[in-house]
């Protein structure tokens, strides 16, 4: 079976290669497969694009899997044109490691009705709230995932850094002051015209920048001891290293957690208390927002084998 798995845009947000390395990871254990791994169509960027080429819906593929924030936002401009060619072909789309976006019953009912037009051969979300709220909208094969992310240490060996820093993964208009007082951490927000944080409980402060790339230099490395890349190894070494991890990015914590380190949600930014947090309670860690948390690994290694028997039951 020919199966492509689409994702990608990393340049616009590496967190998308975190949990992309993972699902890759766990559609390579599909016996008599081949997977390959297909960028994002250009509207997951620019929804209004109408003059790019659309490779994807021509593609010689048995299967189509989307993951990531799907089931959700600019599905239906994205896809359509795509999922219809699929239909016409009587090829299947699936869904690995879904998620809502806007997390309301408005969204819910339009991507199902939009849906129902195909054959889903499954839907494995990484949030409990998507889980129940579509299994009985679509007819298809669901089952309540994890974050693919989570299969991310399976996939890469990266070196940690002799060094002992913490790690700052914010927006620079959005990033805190964090201060630990009586071994609870704080944080409040920094003044336009204040100085950026220099050290926290004696170390120094590494920033890694999520956002997109830019051409002129100042504008990705904008902070003191910054580092940014459209490749995601430098990232992961850093949060391996690190001593804790403070980030209003779900995706930089959950590289941070599956690499055994510590990592504290912070909601500072509007992109932040979006709902996509929610798989945080799928991996056991709802105190997350709270204090610094590091994952319990019997837990997460039965999930991610539980998740694998599942998808493999479905190629059977």
């Known amino acids: 079976m020919k199966i492509g798995y689409i994702g990608g845009h990393w340049h616009t947000n590496i967190g998308n290669s975190f949990y992309n390395l993972g699902a890759l990871h766990l559609l390579r254990s599909i016996p008599n497969s081949e997977i390959y791994f297909i960028p994002d ?71 199902s009705k939009f849906l129902k037009n195909y054959k889903i051969k499954f839907i494995f979300t990484r949030d409990s709230f998507t889980y129940q709220n579509f299994k009985n909208k679509i007819d298809t094969d669901f089952y309540n995932g994890i974050c693919a992310s989570m299969f991310l240490n399976d996939t890469v060996k990266i070196p940690t850094i002799d060094d002992k820093f913490y790690v700052f993964n914010f927006g620079r208009k959005d990033e805190p002051i964090i201060e630990k007082k009586d071994d609870i951490y704080t944080f409040r927000k920094k003044s336009y015209f ?34 940014w890349s459209s490749s995601p190894e430098g990232y992961l070494s850093i949060y391996k290293s690190a001593e804790t991890i403070f980030s209003d990015r779900v995706h930089s914590c959950c590289a941070s957690l599956i690499l055994n380190n510590k990592a504290m949600y912070i909601q500072v930014s509007k992109r932040s208390k979006e709902k996509r947090f929610t798989l945080f ?26 998740m694998k028997t599942q998808l493999l039951n479905k190629f059977r």
């Open 41 to 111: 169509p250009a509207q997951e960027f620019w929804p209004n694009l109408k003059n790019d080429y659309n490779f994807i819906k021509n593609l010689n593929l048995d299967l189509l899997i989307i993951s990531g924030p799907s089931l959700g936002g600019n599905i239906i401009t994205t896809y359509k044109e795509i999922f219809d060619s699929f239909k016409f072909r009587d090829k299947e789309i699936a869904f690995l490691s879904a998620g809502a976006v806007e997390y309301n019953a408005l969204e819910i009912e339009k991507v």
């Open 281 to 306: 309670q799928r991996l056991g860690i709802e105190n997350i927002m709270n204090e610094p948390c590091k994952l319990n690994f019997d837990f997460i290694n039965m999930e991610k084998e539980k």
């Open 194 to 227: 204040g100085k950026f944080q220099e050290n926290l409980n004696g170390l120094k402060i590494i920033r890694t920048n999520s956002d997109s790339f830019r051409y002129f230099s100042k504008l990705n490395y904008n902070r003191p001891q910054t580092y």
